[in-house]
Protein backbone atom coordinates (compact mmCIF):
# COMPACT_ATOMS: atom_id res chain seq x y z
CA UNK A 1 0.00 0.00 0.00
CA UNK A 2 2.89 2.43 0.45
CA UNK A 3 4.70 2.02 -2.07
CA UNK A 4 1.63 2.52 -4.52
CA UNK A 5 1.01 5.50 -2.42
CA UNK A 6 5.27 6.38 -3.71
CA UNK A 7 3.94 5.55 -7.40
CA UNK A 8 1.23 7.96 -6.91
CA UNK A 9 3.15 10.89 -5.75
CA UNK A 10 5.99 10.39 -8.57
CA UNK A 11 2.34 10.41 -11.03
CA UNK A 12 1.27 13.29 -10.01
CA UNK A 13 4.77 14.77 -10.15
CA UNK A 14 5.31 13.74 -13.26
CA UNK A 15 4.72 14.67 -16.89
CA UNK A 16 7.06 13.00 -19.16
CA UNK A 17 5.49 10.33 -21.44
CA UNK A 18 8.47 8.16 -21.21
CA UNK A 19 8.71 7.99 -18.22
CA UNK A 20 5.51 6.89 -17.59
CA UNK A 21 5.41 4.62 -20.45
CA UNK A 22 8.05 2.56 -18.36
CA UNK A 23 7.41 2.79 -14.76
CA UNK A 24 3.75 1.81 -15.38
CA UNK A 25 4.96 -0.73 -17.67
CA UNK A 26 6.97 -2.14 -14.61
CA UNK A 27 4.32 -1.52 -11.89
CA UNK A 28 1.59 -3.46 -13.95
CA UNK A 29 4.37 -6.39 -14.11
CA UNK A 30 5.13 -5.94 -10.54
CA UNK A 31 2.61 -4.14 -8.97
CA UNK A 32 0.57 -7.55 -7.70
CA UNK A 33 3.98 -8.97 -5.59
CA UNK A 34 6.59 -5.83 -5.94
CA UNK A 35 8.59 -5.28 -3.34
CA UNK A 36 10.27 -2.06 -4.85
CA UNK A 37 8.89 0.82 -2.75
CA UNK A 38 11.53 2.75 -4.51
CA UNK A 39 10.56 4.07 -8.39
CA UNK A 40 12.74 4.40 -11.11
CA UNK A 41 14.44 7.86 -10.75
CA UNK A 42 12.53 10.07 -13.23
CA UNK A 43 16.22 11.75 -13.97
CA UNK A 44 17.93 8.67 -15.35
CA UNK A 45 14.80 7.81 -17.49
CA UNK A 46 15.87 10.90 -19.44
CA UNK A 47 18.77 11.08 -21.84
CA UNK A 48 21.84 11.90 -20.28
CA UNK A 49 22.40 15.79 -21.44
CA UNK A 50 26.46 17.40 -21.44
CA UNK A 51 26.48 20.98 -22.57
CA UNK A 52 29.29 22.31 -24.70
CA UNK A 53 31.73 24.66 -22.15
CA UNK A 54 35.24 25.93 -22.20
CA UNK A 55 36.70 25.38 -18.87
CA UNK A 56 38.99 27.85 -18.00
CA UNK A 57 39.15 27.05 -14.75
CA UNK A 58 41.68 25.64 -11.86
CA UNK A 59 40.76 22.09 -13.67
CA UNK A 60 39.16 20.19 -14.93
CA UNK A 61 40.17 21.12 -18.81
CA UNK A 62 39.18 20.16 -21.63
CA UNK A 63 39.54 16.73 -23.24
CA UNK A 64 40.39 16.77 -26.78
CA UNK A 65 38.68 14.38 -29.15
CA UNK A 66 41.55 12.20 -29.59
CA UNK A 67 42.04 11.35 -25.84
CA UNK A 68 37.86 11.13 -25.65
CA UNK A 69 38.00 8.66 -28.06
CA UNK A 70 40.81 6.94 -26.13
CA UNK A 71 38.38 6.69 -23.04
CA UNK A 72 35.80 5.46 -25.37
CA UNK A 73 37.14 2.00 -26.71
CA UNK A 74 35.75 -1.37 -25.42
CA UNK A 75 37.03 -2.64 -22.45
CA UNK A 76 39.95 -5.11 -22.10
CA UNK A 77 40.74 -7.63 -19.16
CA UNK A 78 42.97 -5.82 -16.36
CA UNK A 79 45.78 -8.35 -16.84
CA UNK A 80 45.62 -8.60 -20.66
CA UNK A 81 49.00 -8.18 -22.69
CA UNK A 82 47.65 -5.35 -24.45
CA UNK A 83 46.41 -3.89 -21.41
CA UNK A 84 49.69 -4.18 -19.10
CA UNK A 85 51.82 -3.15 -22.77
CA UNK A 86 49.54 -0.02 -22.00
CA UNK A 87 50.65 0.74 -18.64
CA UNK A 88 53.98 0.39 -19.66
CA UNK A 89 53.87 2.91 -22.39
CA UNK A 90 51.90 5.17 -19.61
CA UNK A 91 55.34 4.58 -17.17
CA UNK A 92 57.50 5.49 -19.56
CA UNK A 93 55.50 8.23 -20.48
CA UNK A 94 55.32 9.63 -16.61
CA UNK A 95 59.53 9.37 -16.33
CA UNK A 96 59.10 11.43 -19.21
CA UNK A 97 56.91 13.96 -18.14
CA UNK A 98 58.71 13.86 -14.54
CA UNK A 99 62.28 14.02 -15.77
CA UNK A 100 62.96 11.15 -13.69
CA UNK A 101 64.39 7.05 -13.83
CA UNK A 102 62.92 5.92 -11.21
CA UNK A 103 61.43 2.59 -11.37
CA UNK A 104 58.50 2.69 -8.68
CA UNK A 105 57.15 4.73 -11.46
CA UNK A 106 53.07 3.79 -11.42
CA UNK A 107 49.63 5.90 -12.35
CA UNK A 108 47.29 5.32 -9.11
CA UNK A 109 44.03 4.61 -9.76
CA UNK A 110 42.04 7.97 -8.41
CA UNK A 111 42.25 12.05 -8.86
CA UNK A 112 45.19 13.51 -7.59
CA UNK A 113 44.32 13.71 -3.85
CA UNK A 114 44.58 10.24 -4.12
CA UNK A 115 48.16 10.50 -5.08
CA UNK A 116 48.41 12.65 -2.66
CA UNK A 117 47.19 10.66 0.39
CA UNK A 118 49.64 7.49 -1.67
CA UNK A 119 52.56 9.18 -1.35
CA UNK A 120 51.73 10.40 2.47
CA UNK A 121 50.65 7.44 3.61
CA UNK A 122 53.14 5.15 2.08
CA UNK A 123 56.28 7.00 3.03
CA UNK A 124 54.55 8.17 6.78
CA UNK A 125 53.51 5.63 9.23
CA UNK A 126 52.77 6.77 12.89
CA UNK A 127 55.25 8.69 15.22
CA UNK A 128 57.16 9.61 12.28
CA UNK A 129 57.48 13.26 12.15
CA UNK A 130 56.98 15.52 8.91
CA UNK A 131 57.14 19.31 8.01
CA UNK A 132 54.71 20.69 5.77
CA UNK A 133 55.08 23.99 3.71
CA UNK A 134 51.53 25.42 4.08
CA UNK A 135 50.90 28.71 1.63
CA UNK A 136 47.46 27.64 0.70
CA UNK A 137 44.82 24.84 0.60
CA UNK A 138 47.50 22.03 -0.86
CA UNK A 139 49.28 22.21 2.39
CA UNK A 140 46.66 22.56 4.45
CA UNK A 141 45.41 19.06 2.97
CA UNK A 142 48.91 17.39 2.95
CA UNK A 143 49.06 18.24 6.84
CA UNK A 144 45.00 16.93 7.18
CA UNK A 145 45.91 13.48 6.09
CA UNK A 146 49.29 13.43 7.48
CA UNK A 147 47.81 14.01 11.04
CA UNK A 148 45.65 11.42 10.71
CA UNK A 149 48.16 8.85 9.90
CA UNK A 150 49.52 9.54 13.18
CA UNK A 151 52.44 11.28 12.46
CA UNK A 152 53.51 14.64 14.36
CA UNK A 153 53.15 17.21 12.20
CA UNK A 154 54.52 20.94 12.19
CA UNK A 155 53.31 23.32 9.88
CA UNK A 156 55.63 25.77 8.01
CA UNK A 157 53.26 29.57 7.06
CA UNK A 158 53.80 31.78 4.37
CA UNK A 159 50.82 34.02 3.47
CA UNK A 160 48.57 33.23 0.71
CA UNK A 161 50.32 34.47 -2.74
CA UNK A 162 54.33 34.03 -1.41
CA UNK A 163 56.09 30.85 -1.42
CA UNK A 164 59.01 29.33 0.91
CA UNK A 165 62.79 30.55 0.13
CA UNK A 166 65.52 27.91 1.43
CA UNK A 167 66.15 29.91 4.23
CA UNK A 168 62.56 29.49 5.65
CA UNK A 169 62.68 25.67 4.47
CA UNK A 170 66.42 25.31 6.02
CA UNK A 171 65.03 26.63 9.41
CA UNK A 172 62.04 24.34 9.61
CA UNK A 173 64.18 21.09 9.24
CA UNK A 174 66.44 22.06 11.78
CA UNK A 175 64.13 22.83 14.23
CA UNK A 176 61.86 20.24 13.54
CA UNK A 177 64.07 17.30 12.00
CA UNK A 178 61.25 15.82 10.16
CA UNK A 179 61.73 13.02 7.91
CA UNK A 180 59.22 13.81 5.44
CA UNK A 181 59.09 17.59 4.00
CA UNK A 182 55.71 18.76 1.55
CA UNK A 183 55.36 20.92 -0.34
CA UNK A 184 53.37 22.15 -3.51
CA UNK A 185 55.39 23.37 -6.86
CA UNK A 186 52.04 24.88 -8.23
CA UNK A 187 49.77 26.59 -5.72
CA UNK A 188 46.38 26.62 -7.72
CA UNK A 189 44.68 28.03 -5.04
CA UNK A 190 46.79 31.03 -4.77
CA UNK A 191 48.87 30.77 -8.61
CA UNK A 192 52.14 30.83 -6.70
CA UNK A 193 54.97 28.60 -8.62
CA UNK A 194 57.21 27.69 -5.61
CA UNK A 195 60.99 27.24 -6.96
CA UNK A 196 61.97 23.52 -6.80
CA UNK A 197 66.19 24.39 -7.13
CA UNK A 198 68.44 22.93 -4.53
CA UNK A 199 65.43 21.83 -1.84
CA UNK A 200 66.39 17.98 -2.79
CA UNK A 201 69.90 18.75 -1.52
CA UNK A 202 68.71 20.52 1.00
CA UNK A 203 66.50 17.97 2.41
CA UNK A 204 68.84 15.43 1.95
CA UNK A 205 71.45 17.13 4.27
CA UNK A 206 69.04 17.17 7.11
CA UNK A 207 68.23 13.83 6.65
CA UNK A 208 64.54 14.28 5.35
CA UNK A 209 63.12 12.95 2.08
CA UNK A 210 61.13 15.58 -0.32
CA UNK A 211 58.05 15.02 -1.56
CA UNK A 212 56.44 17.72 -4.10
CA UNK A 213 52.64 17.72 -4.95
CA UNK A 214 52.95 18.78 -9.02
CA UNK A 215 49.30 18.34 -9.84
CA UNK A 216 48.75 21.92 -11.41
CA UNK A 217 51.86 22.30 -12.72
CA UNK A 218 53.32 19.45 -14.47
CA UNK A 219 53.49 20.14 -17.90
CA UNK A 220 53.27 23.38 -17.40
CA UNK A 221 56.26 24.72 -15.27
CA UNK A 222 59.80 23.28 -15.99
CA UNK A 223 59.89 20.04 -13.12
CA UNK A 224 63.35 17.86 -12.83
CA UNK A 225 62.38 14.96 -10.21
CA UNK A 226 66.10 13.34 -10.59
CA UNK A 227 68.48 16.80 -11.21
CA UNK A 228 66.04 18.28 -8.37
CA UNK A 229 66.24 15.29 -6.34
CA UNK A 230 62.65 15.09 -5.62
CA UNK A 231 61.82 11.59 -3.95
CA UNK A 232 58.36 11.23 -4.17
CA UNK A 233 56.58 13.55 -6.84
CA UNK A 234 53.05 13.12 -7.98
CA UNK A 235 50.15 14.71 -10.26
CA UNK A 236 46.71 14.62 -11.69
CA UNK A 237 45.41 13.98 -15.17
CA UNK A 238 42.58 16.23 -15.39
CA UNK A 239 44.93 19.40 -15.48
CA UNK A 240 47.59 20.26 -18.01
CA UNK A 241 47.49 16.19 -19.19
CA UNK A 242 43.71 16.90 -20.86
CA UNK A 243 42.71 13.38 -19.51
CA UNK A 244 39.24 12.62 -17.27
CA UNK A 245 40.01 12.78 -13.76
CA UNK A 246 40.74 8.94 -12.31
CA UNK A 247 44.83 8.07 -12.99
CA UNK A 248 47.45 10.39 -11.57
CA UNK A 249 50.65 9.61 -12.18
CA UNK A 250 53.88 9.36 -9.06
CA UNK A 251 57.21 8.16 -8.83
CA UNK A 252 59.49 7.04 -5.72
CA UNK A 253 63.33 7.46 -5.74
CA UNK A 254 65.56 4.89 -4.69
CA UNK A 255 65.55 6.43 -1.41
CA UNK A 256 61.88 6.93 -0.73
CA UNK A 257 62.12 3.30 -1.61
CA UNK A 258 64.14 2.59 1.23
CA UNK A 259 62.40 4.70 3.88
CA UNK A 260 59.49 2.32 2.62
CA UNK A 261 61.34 -0.92 2.94
CA UNK A 262 62.59 0.14 6.44
CA UNK A 263 58.37 0.56 8.06
CA UNK A 264 57.47 -1.42 10.68
CA UNK A 265 53.82 -1.15 9.74
CA UNK A 266 52.35 -2.03 6.93
CA UNK A 267 50.29 1.57 5.22
CA UNK A 268 47.29 2.35 6.06
CA UNK A 269 45.77 1.59 3.06
CA UNK A 270 45.53 -1.53 0.76
CA UNK A 271 43.86 -0.29 -2.02
CA UNK A 272 46.67 2.65 -1.77
CA UNK A 273 49.94 0.33 -0.80
CA UNK A 274 52.95 0.71 -3.06
CA UNK A 275 54.21 -2.79 -2.64
CA UNK A 276 51.03 -3.94 -4.22
CA UNK A 277 50.95 -1.25 -7.23
CA UNK A 278 53.80 -1.47 -7.76
CA UNK A 279 54.03 -5.23 -8.61
CA UNK A 280 51.07 -4.37 -10.67
CA UNK A 281 52.74 -1.69 -12.61
CA UNK A 282 55.41 -4.31 -13.25
CA UNK A 283 57.95 -2.52 -11.08
CA UNK A 284 59.44 -4.71 -9.08
CA UNK A 285 60.57 -7.65 -11.44
CA UNK A 286 58.25 -10.17 -10.52
CA UNK A 287 54.99 -11.79 -11.80
CA UNK A 288 51.78 -9.26 -12.14
CA UNK A 289 49.31 -9.82 -9.78
CA UNK A 290 46.26 -8.98 -9.16
CA UNK A 291 45.59 -6.56 -6.88
CA UNK A 292 42.52 -4.11 -7.81
CA UNK A 293 40.87 -3.60 -11.58
CA UNK A 294 42.37 -0.87 -12.72
CA UNK A 295 40.49 2.16 -14.15
CA UNK A 296 41.20 0.95 -17.54
CA UNK A 297 39.54 3.33 -19.91
CA UNK A 298 41.28 5.64 -17.58
CA UNK A 299 44.57 4.57 -18.48
CA UNK A 300 43.76 4.55 -22.30
CA UNK A 301 43.23 8.44 -21.78
CA UNK A 302 45.90 9.04 -19.46
CA UNK A 303 48.23 7.24 -22.08
CA UNK A 304 46.97 9.41 -24.84
CA UNK A 305 47.31 12.39 -22.61
CA UNK A 306 51.18 11.34 -22.06
CA UNK A 307 51.35 10.63 -25.85
CA UNK A 308 50.22 14.23 -26.85
CA UNK A 309 52.54 15.59 -24.10
CA UNK A 310 55.58 13.26 -26.05
CA UNK A 311 54.60 14.79 -29.35
CA UNK A 312 54.55 18.29 -28.58
CA UNK A 313 57.68 17.66 -26.14
CA UNK A 314 58.28 19.02 -22.16
CA UNK A 315 60.27 22.11 -23.41
CA UNK A 316 57.50 23.91 -25.93
CA UNK A 317 54.65 22.64 -23.59
CA UNK A 318 56.61 24.89 -21.16
CA UNK A 319 57.46 27.67 -23.16
CA UNK A 320 53.48 27.46 -24.66
CA UNK A 321 51.96 27.73 -20.81
CA UNK A 322 54.67 30.65 -20.11
CA UNK A 323 53.69 33.04 -23.03
CA UNK A 324 50.15 32.68 -22.69
CA UNK A 325 50.16 33.07 -19.12
CA UNK A 326 51.94 36.04 -20.00
CA UNK A 327 49.64 37.56 -22.26
CA UNK A 328 46.47 36.88 -20.06
CA UNK A 329 48.51 38.65 -17.10
CA UNK A 330 49.29 41.37 -19.40
CA UNK A 331 45.27 41.28 -20.55
CA UNK A 332 44.43 41.33 -17.07
CA UNK A 333 46.58 44.68 -16.57
CA UNK A 334 44.96 46.43 -19.62
CA UNK A 335 41.22 45.76 -17.75
CA UNK A 336 42.74 47.42 -14.79
CA UNK A 337 42.93 44.63 -12.60
CA UNK A 338 45.68 43.70 -10.10
CA UNK A 339 47.58 40.43 -9.99
CA UNK A 340 47.39 38.58 -6.90
CA UNK A 341 50.83 37.12 -7.40
CA UNK A 342 53.35 40.31 -7.34
CA UNK A 343 56.58 38.96 -8.55
CA UNK A 344 56.26 37.72 -12.09
CA UNK A 345 58.98 34.51 -11.54
CA UNK A 346 56.26 33.35 -9.19
CA UNK A 347 53.35 33.22 -11.15
CA UNK A 348 51.79 29.59 -11.44
CA UNK A 349 51.91 29.35 -15.57
CA UNK A 350 48.41 26.95 -15.73
CA UNK A 351 46.24 29.30 -13.00
CA UNK A 352 46.78 33.07 -13.00
CA UNK A 353 44.99 34.77 -9.83
CA UNK A 354 43.72 38.32 -10.35
CA UNK A 355 42.43 40.27 -7.30
CA UNK A 356 38.05 40.65 -7.34
CA UNK A 357 37.89 44.15 -8.09
CA UNK A 358 36.61 46.94 -6.01
CA UNK A 359 32.47 46.65 -6.36
CA UNK A 360 32.22 43.80 -7.36
CA UNK A 361 31.16 40.41 -6.23
CA UNK A 362 33.11 37.48 -7.50
CA UNK A 363 30.55 34.73 -7.80
CA UNK A 364 28.50 37.55 -9.90
CA UNK A 365 31.22 37.56 -12.57
CA UNK A 366 31.74 33.89 -12.68
CA UNK A 367 28.04 33.21 -12.98
CA UNK A 368 28.51 35.67 -15.85
CA UNK A 369 31.07 34.12 -17.73
CA UNK A 370 29.04 31.13 -17.45
CA UNK A 371 25.81 32.24 -18.33
CA UNK A 372 26.27 34.59 -21.06
CA UNK A 373 29.96 33.18 -22.64
CA UNK A 374 30.01 28.89 -21.42
CA UNK A 375 33.58 29.74 -19.62
CA UNK A 376 34.16 28.39 -16.98
CA UNK A 377 36.60 30.31 -14.12
CA UNK A 378 36.86 30.13 -10.52
CA UNK A 379 36.83 32.09 -7.09
CA UNK A 380 39.32 31.48 -4.96
CA UNK A 381 39.77 28.40 -2.31
CA UNK A 382 40.75 28.25 0.91
CA UNK A 383 42.65 31.54 2.57
CA UNK A 384 41.52 33.14 -1.21
CA UNK A 385 37.97 32.62 -1.49
CA UNK A 386 36.08 35.95 -1.73
CA UNK A 387 39.78 37.61 -2.50
CA UNK A 388 40.76 36.32 -6.19
CA UNK A 389 39.43 35.01 -9.25
CA UNK A 390 41.07 31.91 -10.71
CA UNK A 391 41.81 31.33 -14.61
CA UNK A 392 43.42 28.41 -15.95
CA UNK A 393 44.53 27.47 -19.09
CA UNK A 394 46.40 23.91 -19.13
CA UNK A 395 47.07 21.74 -22.21
CA UNK A 396 45.44 22.09 -25.50
CA UNK A 397 43.45 25.15 -24.14
CA UNK A 398 46.76 27.42 -23.34
CA UNK A 399 45.94 28.96 -26.66
CA UNK A 400 46.56 32.17 -27.16
CA UNK A 401 42.76 32.55 -28.83
CA UNK A 402 41.52 31.33 -25.67
CA UNK A 403 43.35 34.27 -23.76
CA UNK A 404 41.43 36.54 -26.01
CA UNK A 405 38.13 34.63 -25.51
CA UNK A 406 38.03 35.08 -21.65
CA UNK A 407 39.58 38.77 -21.69
CA UNK A 408 36.42 39.50 -24.20
CA UNK A 409 34.48 37.55 -21.48
CA UNK A 410 35.75 39.81 -18.82
CA UNK A 411 35.80 43.04 -20.60
CA UNK A 412 32.08 42.42 -21.08
CA UNK A 413 31.29 41.19 -17.09
CA UNK A 414 33.23 44.00 -15.75
CA UNK A 415 30.31 46.24 -17.70
CA UNK A 416 27.58 44.27 -16.98
CA UNK A 417 28.27 43.10 -13.41
CA UNK A 418 29.30 46.49 -11.30
CA UNK A 419 27.45 46.86 -8.12
CA UNK A 420 24.81 49.74 -8.26
CA UNK A 421 26.02 52.68 -5.50
CA UNK A 422 24.79 52.00 -1.88
C1 LIG B 1 43.84 19.98 -8.44
C2 LIG B 1 44.91 19.81 -7.46
C3 LIG B 1 44.94 18.72 -6.58
C4 LIG B 1 43.81 17.72 -6.46
O1 LIG B 1 43.54 17.02 -7.60
P1 LIG B 1 42.10 16.30 -7.76
O2 LIG B 1 42.22 15.71 -9.13
O3 LIG B 1 41.05 17.35 -7.63
O4 LIG B 1 41.98 15.28 -6.68
C5 LIG B 1 46.01 18.60 -5.72
N1 LIG B 1 47.01 19.50 -5.72
C6 LIG B 1 47.00 20.56 -6.54
C7 LIG B 1 48.14 21.51 -6.49
C8 LIG B 1 45.95 20.77 -7.42
O5 LIG B 1 45.94 21.85 -8.21
C1 LIG C 1 40.02 24.30 -25.80
O1 LIG C 1 39.88 25.54 -26.38
C2 LIG C 1 39.28 25.60 -27.64
C3 LIG C 1 39.14 27.02 -28.08
O2 LIG C 1 40.34 27.57 -28.43
C4 LIG C 1 37.90 25.02 -27.61
O3 LIG C 1 37.31 25.06 -28.88
C5 LIG C 1 38.00 23.61 -27.14
O4 LIG C 1 36.70 23.10 -26.97
C6 LIG C 1 38.75 23.51 -25.86
N1 LIG C 1 39.01 22.16 -25.64
C7 LIG C 1 39.73 21.43 -26.43
C8 LIG C 1 39.74 20.00 -26.04
O5 LIG C 1 40.35 21.84 -27.39
New binding site residues.
Given amino acids: MRCAAVLGAARAASSAPLFWARLLGMARRTMATSPLCVPPPQGLLRPLAVPERLLLG???SNVPPRILAAGSQQLLGHMHPEVLQVMDEIKAGIQYAFQTQNRLTLAIS???????EAALLNLLEHGDTALVAVN???GQ?AADITRRLGANVHELLKPPGEYFTPWDIEEGLARHKPSVFFI??????TGVLQPLEGLGELCHRHGCLLLV?????LGGAPIFMDQQEIDVLYS????VLNAP?GS?PISFSEGAREKMMRRKTKPLSFYLDVGWLGNYWGCDGEPRRYHHTAPINSFFSLREGLAMLAELGLESSWERHQANCAKLCQGLRDLGLELFVKEEKARLP??TTVRVPEGYNWKEIVAFLMDNHAIEIAGGLGASVGQVLRIGLMGCNSTSSNVDRVLSALRDALRCCQRSRL
Avoid: L, N
Fill in positions: PGPGTGHCAMGIWRTHGESSDAVASGSQKPATV
